[in-house]
């Protein structure tokens, strides 16, 4: 079993800043790539950011310049610091991993989601 559970969603004003954090555990062998997602009202799940391993990042361009992912391999947590919050992040963001419990073969983890409202 592996597990992702996610903190920080909430409710900020435009302009403001969170930080969410997603922590893996379980039977973890290796963790991949990590990453976050988000899902508003009426549209496709999109990708947000990406963090490999070796630290490389992946962006979505709404989001260049004012988001940035992080992560702490000791302690299987990937962070997602959000600044400059603007009403269209409003989603529901989904923590992700692809990781294996075996060394062998790789499956895709998704956390329960957390809401993140950004609104006056």
């Known amino acids: 079993q592996v597990q992702l559970v996610e903190s920080g969603g909430g409710l900020v004003q435009p302009g403001g800043s969170l930080r969410l954090s997603c922590v893996a555990s379980g039977s973890i062998f290796r963790i991949s790539v990590m990453g976050w997602y988000r899902q508003a009202p009426g549209k496709e799940r999109e990708l947000v950011a990406s963090?490999?391993?070796?630290?490389?990042?992946n962006y979505a361009d709404s989001v260049k310049g004012r988001f940035a992912i992080s992560r702490d391999n000791a302690k299987n947590t990937v962070y997602l610091q959000m600044n400059s919050l603007k009403p269209e992040d409003t989603a529901v963001y989904y923590c992700?991993?692809?990781?294996?419990?075996?060394?062998?073969?790789?499956?895709?983890?998704w956390g329960q989601g957390t809401q993140v409202t950004v609104s006056s």
């Open positions: 963090i490999t391993s070796g630290g490389p990042t």
């Open positions: 992700n991993t692809l990781a294996t419990p075996s060394g062998s073969v790789y499956y895709r983890y």
